[in-house]
């Protein structure tokens, strides 16, 4: 073989060398980066299948085990409590009014024993609403009565409208809502009596002082109170709530008795009783009487630990708390720090309380 033959022979087998190298090393991972990719997606796929999967099992065993009772109308709650709404006498509801006396009684209580009710009377009638031309309202007389409503010819009816009282427009809501309809009378005497001075700033401040002093007593309220039930709205987000109004054909009667002057003072002046009467009525109209009404927001219902009150548990509950002691475990008062003199700084807090935890 000569030399020229020998070198292009040698030139080849590196050409080949290297094309062998480039294909096998350089472009042969291509195929297999591909199906390892391939391989990763299809991986994905099925766990990401197999997670809704188990995803709507876990849905389907939930929907088994909570079981939802058929939907209830008002024919299917009347059937089941054996109420008649058109052949079902009026009902005496004295179990009732034992329950609205003993509130009251335990209101007037705590009423003449601090002076919370004063001081609330006091802050509302002098706030930021007060006109410029009263100078400050003292409250010079309460008196909470002592006779107790009573609640009588209690009758269910079905809700005839909306909120807004037409029959017309009647809602979904409504039309699946019962209402407790009773009479209710109140003969006593309730009697708010304040004081003031009408003052004259014009031309310039106090120029003129006027002094007054009111007396309003409610003598008598009778009407009709409508007592319902809102059921909750998830969707919306609103609670259950109590509602209730009164007919528009209430009775209040209400005695007025007015002093206006310092020296040579008017008494019961005809105009001031009119206009007292003629707010009182607006007032609790634009509250209280139908097709207004006033919701009170429900607590939720379910028994709850917490709430628990009476038996064995509460008494050694209670004998704990008088020895500080809990089953063996110190109360934070009782570890040993600086608490006698009641000098204690955030370290010192933050270590007792850290020290609390790891005993208790």
């Known amino acids: 073989m000569s030399f020229t033959q020998g070198f292009i022979l040698g030139q080849l087998s590196i050409i080949i060398l290297f094309a062998a190298f480039i294909k096998f090393f350089i472009f042969g991972d291509a195929p297999a980066i591909e199906r390892t990719r391939r391989t990763l997606a299809r991986k994905e796929s099925l766990d990401s299948m197999g997670a809704a999967a188990r995803q709507s099992s876990n849905r389907r065993k939930q929907s088994m085990a909570l079981r939802h009772p058929p939907s209830i109308s008002i024919p299917i709650i009347l059937n089941k ?33 601090d002076g919370a009710l004063l ?49 017309a427009t009647q809602s979904r809501a409504d039309a699946g809502r019962l209402q407790a309809r009773m009479d209710l009378d109140l003969s006593d005497c309730i009697t708010l009596g304040v004081e003031t001075r009408l003052v004259l700033n014009q031309p310039k401040p106090m120029l003129a002082v006027l002094p007054v002093a009111l007396s309003v007593s409610v003598v008598r309220f009778s009407g009709t109170l409508s007592v319902s039930f809102i059921p909750s709205s998830p969707s919306a987000g609103s609670p259950t709530t109590l509602a209730f109004s009164f007919l528009d054909d209430y009775r209040l009667d209400l005695s007025v008795h007015s002093m206006v002057g310092s020296r040579s003072r008017i008494q019961d002046v005809p105009k001031i009783a009119q206009i007292v009467e003629a707010r009182l009525h607006t007032w609790f109209d634009e509250r209280c009487v139908e097709p207004r009404f006033q919701q009170i927001v429900l607590p939720s219902l379910w028994p709850r ?48 309380r850290r020290r609390y935890r790891d005993v208790s």
């Open 81 to 113: 409590t054996y109420y008649n709404v058109d052949s079902h006498s009026p009902e005496s509801v004295d179990w009732f009014n034992v329950l609205i006396a003993q509130t009251i009684a335990q209101f007037r209580d705590d009423a003449q024993h």
């Open 305 to 352: 630990k917490k709430h628990t009150r009476g038996g064995e548990d509460d008494q050694v509950d209670g004998k704990e708390e008088s020895t500080g002691q809990t089953n063996g475990t110190p109360k934070y008062g009782d570890l040993p720090g600086r608490f006698e003199n009641g000098t204690v700084t955030h370290e010192e807090d933050g270590r007792l």
């Open 119 to 167: 001081a609330s009377l006091n802050s509302v009638f002098n706030g930021q609403q007060k006109p410029d031309f009263l100078d400050e309202i003292k409250v010079t007389e309460l008196r909470l009565g002592e006779d107790f409503p009573i609640f009588s010819n209690c009758r269910i009816i079905p809700v005839e409208g909306n909120s807004d009282g037409s029959a």
